[in-house]
């Protein structure tokens, strides 16, 4: 067998074995999962630096329509298998520890598994008909995952599948169409120019497709959805993790490879992406729990990806690409930190949540890293990619769009200071104190992420230059090249300034511990403190933000959901419905009247 | 092979007479009977496929003056079906009737039934076709009021009603036609069509055909029946109903009296695809808002039998092919369908919806296979309904008809939202305080339900494997008029 096909055929077997063996010794379950998952990432490992091999067969043909399956090794896709299968291993040790006390069905680990192997069949696909399928069931399974939640997982599900079936069926009729007109679906084959209405259709269908599997407005909405219901492991592996993987995956490749994009399609994905960081931020603000706030931020992060892609500049499709990256890192590792949160508390709710940072150490410095991430602090990871997304914003002469990603970071730094704040700080949650401790499982994942955090942020170079800037170069020049390695920002020396810094201030606070001190009984506006007042809480300072003028309406509608194409979709077929159900009386002669006017017709039309 | 074709029709048609003499209390014996019955004639459908095309002439009379009976691909591909799906909702319903009395009757309708579809599939004379049309459909009307409820019999009551007129229709376009050319065998009336041009009877006759046959297959705005007629019959039946009735007396005879027949032309071209079009859309908005599983099953076959036609009404060669993939792999998923439909009913004691919930926690098995046939009908791979919808959606991309692969490609969207739907609320979601005690279906009836799951996998995988001697020439019968023409005449016309 072609070694490109080693991380498909053993994660793909152990979940075969999986799904036919009982869920009966949990040891063995989570062993097979682990052993699977990690075969899969060493497989991929040893595929580093043999991006160009190939592997594929034809299945059948039907009159001239050749079905086969092709595998390619490109170096985005490597870049793309090693992150998934990554993560494929980080979930199946988080899983093994979070499911030892709690009820799972027995196919969520051969599922688990499953989706990392057709994820790694759309990195690895050359011809779009092997990626058509391997996308179609990434959502199938994705439906089952988020089923064998709790509580309303079951309407969540089903939303998700059909946001995201709707965006298959485009894909499958964008391909049939690619397919029909130019004879082929070898991607490497594949150079479509944007220029007539069907292609310009068919670009739109692929869009479509690559949004809604990351999760961009209009085609977000599947994501705060499940947020609450769906199994917290399979939220930091799906949406966060390689739902984003996958889906700016191709819309990097339909970008760079199989199209070649128009400016109005260039500004129409700046503009999604700039309101998708907006929107969803602004939603994410006032968020009370933890997973609905982190979904959120799922939805806006995508923004700067696609804004990243939609430039088309060199140095805008790495950042894109980067970012992608660094918050499948980041957001799967505040999802597993909120799962262990939920695990150890019982809930997710930030109200009911306070002073965790002792009882959870390891989630609390990790989510702290993450957070910061997320909010693009220097020297991070999330401040890394943003920046070169910025650069390029700055490159097109888009001023506006540069603002909007910047005010969104801001607004990422809010929240987060309200999650730190409200899930770790404050006073204590009633029962903390008999909480155990995370274990390795739960603990270990969680700390390689946040690692993964720091490493990627304060050496930014090794991925750019090993992955990122070897994975795009192909479609551009070459002087392109040394004018996207100019816009690196050295993040190295800056760590070594930024560190200088906080040694300063240690040095200062210190040296103040020296000084004397007055201490007086806690206050409030010149009255004593005392057990009437309720402690503080740091969700409440957020709701001024509700209050505030011009946006109650806007966040009312937003929370109903009135804006989500799922409702609208839904009450515009609903009237189709009622309004053909209402001539179905259920009166013979009415019946009767209908297949009379039937045939009358087809003999005018025949006879004339 | 060739002395055994009128077998056929003559086992399951003896086979209903015989056991009506058997006493109550052989009830087990009869079941013993009528399902070796099936499996003989399964076992020489199977002997079938690849044979080579042959013509019977009943009692060495030679066309156009005796019956002939015909195997071709299609008749082949046809007989499979009414057979696969005939024994296994057989085997289905031993379990299942127990809920009903007279078992023994209702076997006897039933292998009426086969006996009436499996004359429609292999005679060669449009006389007879009407004949065993007849046997199938009253059978059928019985079947559908087998339970004597009130709303059984209302729903049989309308069917019988619009049965009978489209069925006078038929008979009337067989009069003209027969009036015309002073024959009935389909050969020689496609041979005298051909020499003296499609004159204005023989539009005339058209146009009864497609609404009298296009009523057998649902075709809106000839459907009103379905709806009622299907979710009242037993489990099974609206298994044969749905996964072959409709094909054998409907979609089959429109593409014999079509394409073999009169033959097709741009004006028929049109007319079956706005049938088909119109059908697809309709049913699905239909099904979207049911809450009666049955009920919405009942309108998907409408949409699905538009599927069909449309890849008929295409008439290119993709597209054919695309349909009679379609009508088999919709055998499977829709009649798998309409049993877990059944065995829902079984335990739970409801058809709707709303007060289902959480099966997969007590009913495995049958949410297992439902989940599978949903994911089927609404086009997921690697699951069969997949590939022909995307054959279909092909060929009508290379025709250039884009604004209806569109609309196909939405009907597909909205046959996957209605089954999501389907999904929710009885698999998914939290079980209901009265459904705390039900039980999985006996082992008979989810044998056969995970049968048919496998079958809705693999006839999309294998296609390799079977795609050629089993579609893609039944799919070169279809087209080649001259070569049925000469099969039956055993002349060069």
């Given at each position: 067998m072609n070694e490109l096909l080693y991380p498909v055929f053993f994660t793909g077997l152990f979940g075969l074995v999986l799904f036919i063996l009982p869920r009966r010794i949990p040891f063995l379950t989570n062993f097979l999962t682990i052993a699977g998952a990690l075969l899969g990432f060493i497989s991929a490992l040893a595929l580093?630096?043999?991006?160009g091999i190939s592997a594929g067969w034809e299945w059948f043909t039907v009159d001239n329509l050749t079905f086969s399956l092709d595998f390619t090794l490109t170096r985005l896709g490597l870049m793309g298998l090693l992150f998934i299968t990554f993560f494929g291993v980080i979930i199946s040790v988080f899983s093994a520890g979070y499911y030892a006390n709690r009820e799972i069905s027995r196919f969520y680990f051969p599922f688990i598994l499953w989706t990392v192997t057709v994820s790694i069949g759309i990195v690895t696909a050359d011809n779009l008909f092997l990626l058509l399928l391997c996308w179609e069931v990434t959502t199938v399974l994705l439906y089952y995952l988020i089923n064998m939640?709790?509580?309303?997982a079951n309407a969540a599900a089903g939303k998700s599948f059909v946001i995201l079936g709707l965006s298959d069926v485009l894909l499958l009729l964008g391909i049939v169409i690619i397919w029909v007109q130019y004879g082929t679906l070898r991607i490497s084959a594949l150079t479509i120019p944007v220029e007539s209405g069907l292609t310009t259709a068919v670009f739109i269908f692929f869009l479509v497709a690559t949004l809604a599997k990351a999760g961009a407005i209009p085609v977000h909405s599947w994501i705060p959805a499940i947020s609450e219901s769906a199994p917290t492991p399979v939220m930091a592996f799906l949406p966060a993790a390689l739902d984003k993987l996958l889906g700016i995956y191709f819309l990097g490749l339909i970008n760079l490879s199989i199209f070649k994009v128009s400016h109005s399609l260039s500004m129409l994905m700046l503009i999604i992406g700039a309101v998708t960081i907006i929107v969803s931020v602004m939603m994410a603000l006032i968020q009370h729990n933890l997973k609905k706030l982190l979904s959120f931020h799922a939805v806006s992060q995508v923004g700067y990806m696609v804004l990243g892609i939609g430039t088309g500049t060199m140095v805008g499709v790495i950042g894109g690409l980067f970012h992608m990256i660094n918050h499948a890192i980041y957001k799967s590792c505040l999802f597993l930190g909120s799962a262990v949160v939920e695990n150890r508390a019982g809930t997710t709710a930030l109200d009911k949540l306070g002073g965790l940072a002792r009882i959870l150490p390891y989630t609390f410095i990790s989510m702290v890293i993450a957070s910061l991430a997320i909010s693009g602090i220097p020297p991070l990871n999330g401040f890394f990619s943003k920046w070169l997304i910025y650069q390029s914003l700055v490159d097109i002469n888009q001023p506006i769009f540069l603002v909007a990603a910047m005010f969104g970071s801001a607004l990422t730094l809010a929240s987060f200071v309200k999650v730190i704040h409200s899930v770790f700080f404050g006073s204590p949650a009633p029962g903390s104190e008999k909480m155990k401790k995370e274990g390795f499982s739960l603990g270990a994942p969680l700390v390689v992420l946040a690692a993964l955090c720091i490493i990627f942020g304060v050496f930014a170079s090794l991925p750019m230059k090993y992955l990122l800037i070897p994975a795009v170069?192909?479609?551009?020049?070459?002087?392109?090249v040394p004018v996207a390695s100019d816009a690196i920002w050295d993040p190295t020396l800056a760590t070594g300034l930024i560190l200088a810094g906080l040694v300063i201030g240690m040095l200062i606070f210190l040296l103040g511990k020296f000084l004397t001190k007055r201490q007086a009984e806690v206050f409030v506006g010149g009255s004593e403190f005392s057990d009437r007042l309720k402690p503080v809480h740091g969700t409440d300072f957020y709701n001024t933000i509700i209050d505030m003028g011009g946006l109650k309406g806007a966040y009312r509608d937003g929370e109903k959901g009135t804006f989500d194409i799922y409702n609208l979709g839904g009450r515009i077929g609903n009237i189709l419905v009622q309004s053909l159900r209402a001539l179905h009386n259920g009166v013979l002669s009415t019946y009767l009247s209908w297949c009379i006017i039937g045939l009358g017709i087809l003999l005018f039309i025949l006879v004339r | 092979m060739q002395q055994l074709y009128p077998l056929f029709v003559a086992i399951p048609l003896g086979v209903a007479f015989l056991i009506l003499l058997f006493p109550k209390s052989l009830t087990k014996l009869v079941e013993v009977i009528v399902a070796i019955a099936e499996i003989i004639l399964l076992i020489m459908v199977i002997a079938l496929i690849g044979h080579e095309p042959f013509s019977y002439f009943i009692g060495k009379w030679i066309p156009p003056i005796g019956i002939t009976l015909v195997s071709d691909s299609i008749s082949t591909l046809l007989l499979l079906l009414i057979n696969i799906v005939g024994l296994l909702s057989l085997l289905y319903s031993f379990k299942y009737m127990e809920m009903y009395t007279s078992k023994i009757r209702f076997y006897s309708l039933f292998m009426l039934m086969v006996a009436g579809m499996s004359g429609v599939v292999i005679t060669g004379d449009i006389f007879n076709l009407f004949v065993f049309l007849e046997i199938a459909t009253i059978s059928s009307y019985a079947l559908v009021g087998f339970g004597c409820e009130h709303e059984e019999l209302e729903a049989s009551f309308k069917y019988m009603i619009l049965g009978s007129v489209s069925s006078t229709l038929i008979l009337l376009g067989i009069a003209i036609l027969y009036a015309t050319f002073g024959t009935l065998n389909m050969a020689d009336l496609a041979n005298s069509i051909l020499a003296n041009g499609i004159n204005r009877s023989v539009l005339f006759a058209e146009g009864l055909f497609i609404m009298g046959f296009g009523l057998k297959g649902a075709m809106?705005?000839?459907?009103?029946w379905l709806p009622d007629a299907h979710p009242s019959a037993p489990a099974p039946i609206s298994a044969m109903l749905s996964g072959v009735l409709i094909k054998a007396c409907g979609i089959y005879a429109i593409i014999r009296v079509v394409y073999h027949v009169i033959g097709m032309t741009n004006i028929t071209h049109i007319i079956l695809m706005s049938l088909g079009v119109l059908s697809m859309v309709v049913g699905v908005l239909l099904a979207v808002g049911q809450w009666d599983f049955k009920r919405l099953l009942a309108y998907h076959s409408i949409s699905q039998m538009g599927y069909v036609m449309v890849g008929i009404g295409l008439a290119t060669p993709l597209g054919i092919l695309g349909a009679l993939f379609h009508l088999m792999n919709h055998a499977f998923f829709k009649s798998l369908l309409f049993l877990c439909s059944g065995a829902v009913e079984y335990s739970?004691?409801?058809?709707?919806?709303?007060?289902?919930?959480?099966l997969f926690k007590r009913m495995p098995v049958t949410s297992s296979s439902c989940s599978i046939a949903s994911l089927s009908i609404s086009g997921i791979?690697?699951?069969n309904g997949f590939w022909s919808k995307l054959l279909i959606i092909i060929a009508l991309v290379q025709a250039e008809y884009y604004a209806i692969a569109a609309v196909t490609v939405g009907v597909s969207f909205l046959t996957l939202v209605s089954f999501i739907k389907v999904q929710r609320y009885s698999i998914f979601g939290d079980l209901p305080e009265k459904l705390k005690n039900i039980k999985e279906v006996p082992v008979l009836m989810g044998t056969v339900l995970v049968i048919f799951a496998v079958l809705c996998l693999l006839s999309g995988l294998l296609y390799p494997f079977f795609g050629n001697t089993l579609l893609e020439i039944a799919r070169d019968t279809v087209i080649d008029q001259q070569k049925y023409i000469q099969l039956v005449l055993q002349v060069v016309p």
């Open positions: 580093i630096g043999k991006s939640g709790k509580g309303t170069e192909g479609s551009y020049p070459q002087s392109a | 809106v705005p000839f459907h009103a739970t004691g409801t058809r709707n919806l709303k007060e289902m919930g959480g791979p690697p699951f």
